[in-house]
């Protein structure tokens, strides 16, 4: 997964990833990441909205 930068910034972005039955949210803002799993892909979505929409995003990607 690629950050997308700007003249060293890093663009926030969420993203849901499912691996192995296990689901994972992405959060990426400011210099830092976050990554969380869930064991219910609802519990992963809920989370991801909730950053979305924390950060101001349009919309979450899923991977």
């Given at each position: 997964?690629?950050?997308v930068?700007?003249?060293?910034?890093?663009?926030?972005?969420?993203e849901?990833?499912?691996?192995c039955?296990?689901?994972?949210?992405?959060?990426?803002?400011d210099?830092?990441?976050?990554?969380?799993?869930?064991?219910l892909?609802?519990?992963?979505?809920?989370y991801a909205?909730?950053?979305?929409?924390?950060?101001?995003?349009a919309?979450?990607?899923?991977?």
């Open positions: 997964m690629d950050d930068t700007f003249n060293a910034w890093v663009c926030p972005c969420v849901v990833i499912e691996a039955g296990e689901w994972f949210v992405r959060v990426v803002e210099d830092q990441e976050l990554t969380r799993s869930f064991d892909e609802s519990f992963a979505l809920a909205e909730g950053q979305r929409i924390r950060l101001g995003l919309d979450f990607k899923r991977l």
